[in-house]
């Protein structure tokens, strides 16, 4: 079976292969394509994957290539993990926002709007070259804004491509940590929009022990939601959010912390990962050795300002694993080899949730077979949760009327209307500053 990268340069891809070493089952990848714009980057990956793969029997075989048709043709699965622009485009999204007063977190706000109207047009073309070129690929998609850029991707693919984030997956297995579960024995009540979602029930042999955690104060404080959110803020809304909930519950204090900030987390990781690109230019260099103290710092250092305002502490060891790379596999598996499982997955809605139409990607558990991920019934939302995610579906709908359209006036809709974004001349100071500092956004007319 054949996967292809694209952004196969990134810094994360070797979690990927790192995944795929141990899998000897029938119907296993046994060829890695990785695509990337950057041959440099390529061969640094390169590097660190054959030493992964050094004295493992049967690694799948890895080539490089630039060339995106040849990277498509004849592709099983497609890994989708690009980032349009770099993260100097990244930096200079966090920039322009924080210069107006306003969130430029690279998924939520005014970055994250940026980020979807650099990137839509790209995986538009992507996705239509899939269609033409493996038109019996699988894609999964771990470009952000994941939600938004999966909506685009469907247009042209349908239920064949499906969206992935690890957020909800270590969210879920603290909890269940927490109350002493086994998080693969535990039913997950998960529902939203990508990094906009809540934890409304964990079940255990068909009982519900988030009320449990929910009336006990020590248990909340004692992970990093709990610390990030606060007790008091959790019991009041019945829930556990998301992480990435903390940018719209506690805001001011937010944007305050990165505006405090030595670096944005762009401009870090920039920095960082420059640095480890630029030492694999050395021969000598230990690839894997170097690759992996860059990214346990990458790890530690996730959502620093966020705990930094809630006081939350550092992250505790168990969350420095990362994960997406796990729910990746699990979903190539399911498919290729029928191996029934469920997943929290970003998918064409299809009537789940009765609030949005059925082609809006909204992310909840999934029932995964050999024909794709089917959404699970859901409840309701409550009328808070409701109205957020209607808002912010309404702006990822603006932003892909602006990538089709090339509109200037629309895409500065899509930032006006978001709730982070709190004035239409805000809004148009931001279309100002993007158009101005990314080429990739200059089709806005």
Known sequence: MRLTILGGGGFRVPLVYGALLGDRAEGRVTRVVLHDLDAGRLSAVARVLAEQAAGEPDAPEVTVTTDLDEALRGADFVFSAIRVGGLEGRAADERVALAQGVLGQETVGAGGIAYGLRTVPVAVDIARRVARLAPDAWV??????????????????????????????????????????????????????????????????????????????????????????????????????????????FNRETVRAYQRAEKTRGAFLRDQQAGFYEEMKHPEAAALASWDSTRAEREATYMAENRDAAGAGEREEDDLSGGYEKVALALMRAIARDERTTLILNVRNRGTLSVLDAEAVIEVPCLVDANGAHPVAVDPLPGHATGLVCAVKAVEREVLSAAESGSRTTAVKAFALHPLVDSVNVAHALVDGYTSVHPGLAYLA
């Open 140 to 249: 999964i998609n771990f470009t952000n804004p994941a939600g938004l850029v999966t909506e685009a991707m469907s247009r042209h693919l349908g239920d064949r491509v499906i969206g992935i984030c690890d957020s909800p997956v270590g969210l879920g297995r603290r909890i269940a940590k927490v109350l002493g579960a086994n998080p693969r024995e535990a039913w997950i009540d998960y529902v939203g929009l990508n990094h906009l979602g809540w934890v409304r029930g964990l079940r255990v042999a068909g009982r519900d022990e988030l009320p449990r955690l929910l009336a006990d104060p020590e248990l909340l404080g004692s992970f990093e939601e709990g610390r990030l959110f606060g007790p008091q803020w959790l019991r009041s809304l019945g829930a556990v959010p998301n992480e990435y909930l903390h940018y719209y519950y």
